[in-house]
C-alpha cells in the first residue's frame, strides 16, 4: 500500500500520490469511461485514497464519472474538486468567484459526486474581479455548513495566498511543477512552509513528456490540447529530449523507468507534496505508483538537479493568454 502524507496543518492526509482525473474527461484525447472508471477502481485497490476533479472538466462529466467510479467507497477516499468559472452552454466563458456562485457550485458538485462534503475545495485560478477574503469567507462559510472539510488554490500568487490564509486556512495550493517546470521552487515552497501549507503539482510527467513516450515524431489528435502549448512543438520536444536522456541515464542505475524516477524526484523534495499523476490506462498507473517505493540520496537528488540544470528547456508552458491567468 501506499504511504500517508500530511497536506496542510489540518489534519488532511491522503495517499502520497493522488490521481488526476482530468484526462478522463477531455484534453488528451477522447476518453473511454469504462477504461476511466476500471482506472479508478485499480487506483482504489493499489492504496491511492486521494482523487482530482473539477466542475469545469468536461465540463462537469469528470465529476459524474468519478461519482459513479466512487460509489460505494466513498469512506475510503478524499475527493478535491474545483470552483471559479463561469461556464454556459457547456463552455467556460471566464471567472466568476462570487460568493454566491461559489455556494451554487458546491452543491452543484455535491449532487455529481454523490458525497455530502467536499474534502478539499480549490479555487481554480484567481478571479481578479472578486477580493479573495470574499473568495476565502465564501469557503469558510461552506465548511462550517460541513459541506467543505478544506480550502484550496491553484495557480495562486504568494500574496494571493497570504491573503486567503488570514481569513481562512489554506490546506493545500494546487500548481503545475516537475522536473521541467520548477518556478514554484522560487518564492512559492518558501510561503507554503512558513504557513504550515502542502502543495498538489499536476502535471508532475509534463502532461506525459516526462514518460519517454513522446518525441518529435509523435502525433496528437484534435482533442488533445498539446498540439496548441509551445512547449509541444517539434522543435521543441526535440530540444527536450535531452531531459528524457537523463532520466533514462540515471534511472536505469535506479531501477526505474523516466516516469518513475520523475516522480520519485517530486516526493524527495518535501514531505508535505502529493503529485497526482493522471492516467487512464492500469500499466500506467501501476508503473506511477512505483515511484513511491524508490528511494532516492541526497548524492541521487544532487545528480538529478545538476544533470537538470544543464539542460534548457524549450517553449513556453502555456500560450500568452493562458499563462496570465496564473500566478496572480
Given at each position: 500500500?501506499?504511504?500517508?502524507?500530511?497536506?496542510?496543518?489540518?489534519?488532511?492526509?491522503?495517499?502520497a500520490?493522488?490521481l488526476?482525473?482530468?484526462?478522463?474527461?477531455?484534453s488528451?484525447?477522447?476518453?473511454?469511461?469504462?477504461?476511466?472508471?476500471?482506472?479508478?477502481?485499480?487506483?482504489?485497490?493499489l492504496?491511492?485514497?486521494?482523487?482530482d476533479?473539477?466542475?469545469?472538466?468536461?465540463?462537469?462529466?469528470?465529476?459524474e464519472?468519478?461519482?459513479?467510479?466512487?460509489?460505494?467507497?466513498?469512506?475510503?477516499?478524499?475527493?478535491?474538486?474545483?470552483?471559479?468559472?463561469?461556464i454556459?452552454?457547456?463552455?467556460?466563458?471566464?471567472?466568476?468567484?462570487?460568493?454566491?456562485?461559489?455556494k451554487?457550485?458546491?452543491d452543484?458538485s455535491?449532487r455529481r459526486l454523490?458525497?455530502?462534503?467536499i474534502?478539499?475545495f480549490?479555487?481554480?485560478?484567481?478571479?481578479p474581479?472578486?477580493?479573495i477574503?470574499?473568495?476565502?469567507?465564501a469557503?469558510?462559510?461552506?465548511?462550517h455548513?460541513?459541506?467543505?472539510?478544506?480550502?484550496?488554490l491553484?495557480?495562486?500568487?504568494?500574496?494571493?495566498?497570504?491573503r486567503?490564509?488570514?481569513?481562512?486556512?489554506?490546506?493545500?495550493v494546487?500548481?503545475?511543477y516537475?522536473?521541467?517546470?520548477?518556478?514554484?521552487?522560487?518564492?512559492?515552497?518558501?510561503?507554503?512552509?512558513?504557513?504550515?501549507?502542502?502543495?498538489?503539482?499536476?502535471?508532475?510527467?509534463?502532461?506525459?513528456?516526462?514518460?519517454?513516450?513522446?518525441?518529435?515524431?509523435?502525433?496528437?489528435?484534435?482533442?488533445?490540447?498539446?498540439k496548441?502549448?509551445?512547449?509541444?512543438?517539434?522543435?521543441?520536444?526535440?530540444?527536450n529530449?535531452?531531459?528524457?536522456?537523463l532520466?533514462?541515464?540515471i534511472?536505469?542505475?535506479?531501477?526505474?523507468t523516466?516516469?518513475?524516477?520523475?516522480?520519485?524526484?517530486?516526493?524527495?523534495?518535501?514531505p508535505?507534496?502529493?503529485?497526482?499523476?493522471?492516467?487512464?490506462?492500469?500499466?500506467r498507473?501501476?508503473?506511477?505508483?512505483?515511484?513511491?517505493?524508490?528511494?532516492?540520496?541526497?548524492?541521487?537528488?544532487?545528480e538529478?538537479?545538476?544533470?537538470?540544470?544543464?539542460?534548457?528547456?524549450?517553449?513556453?508552458r502555456?500560450?500568452e493568454?493562458l499563462?496570465?491567468?496564473?500566478?496572480?
Open positions: 500500500m501506499l504511504p500517508v502524507r500530511a497536506l496542510g496543518s489540518q489534519g488532511f492526509s491522503v495517499s500520490v493522488g488526476g482525473c482530468l484526462g478522463m474527461s477531455q488528451y484525447g477522447t476518453p473511454d469511461d469504462t477504461e476511466s472508471i476500471a482506472t479508478i477502481h485499480r487506483a482504489l485497490d492504496g491511492i485514497t486521494f482523487f476533479t473539477a466542475e469545469a472538466y468536461g465540463p462537469f462529466r469528470n465529476e464519472l468519478l461519482g459513479r467510479a466512487l460509489q460505494g467507497r466513498r469512506s475510503e477516499v478524499a475527493i478535491a474538486t474545483k470552483f471559479g468559472w463561469h454556459e452552454n457547456g463552455k467556460i466563458t471566464g471567472t466568476d468567484s462570487r460568493p454566491a456562485h461559489i451554487e457550485v458546491a452543484a455535491l454523490g458525497i455530502d462534503a474534502d478539499l480549490y479555487q481554480h485560478r484567481v478571479d474581479e472578486v477580493p477574503e470574499d473568495v476565502a469567507g469557503v469558510r462559510d461552506l465548511i455548513e460541513g459541506k467543505v472539510r478544506c480550502f484550496g491553484s495557480e495562486a500568487g504568494v500574496t494571493t495566498i497570504r486567503a490564509h488570514a481569513i481562512q486556512p489554506v490546506t493545500a494546487q500548481s503545475e516537475s522536473l521541467w517546470w520548477r518556478r514554484p521552487e522560487a518564492e512559492l515552497f518558501p510561503a507554503l512552509e512558513e504557513l504550515g501549507i502542502g502543495f498538489v503539482p499536476f502535471s508532475p510527467l509534463g502532461r506525459g513528456f516526462l514518460t519517454g513516450t513522446i518525441d518529435e515524431t509523435t502525433t496528437f489528435g484534435g482533442a488533445d490540447f498539446r496548441d502549448l509551445p512547449r509541444f512543438t517539434p522543435e521543441a520536444r526535440k530540444a529530449q535531452a531531459l528524457i536522456d532520466l533514462r541515464d534511472g536505469g542505475r535506479k531501477g526505474a523516466p516516469a518513475q524516477l520523475a516522480l520519485a524526484w517530486l516526493l524527495a523534495r518535501k508535505w507534496i502529493v503529485p497526482i499523476p493522471g492516467t487512464t490506462k492500469l500499466r498507473l501501476e508503473e506511477n505508483l512505483g515511484a513511491a517505493a524508490i528511494d532516492l540520496t541526497s548524492d541521487d537528488l544532487r538529478i538537479d545538476g544533470a537538470a540544470e544543464r539542460v534548457k528547456v524549450q517553449g513556453d502555456y500560450p493568454q499563462e496570465r491567468m496564473t500566478g496572480r
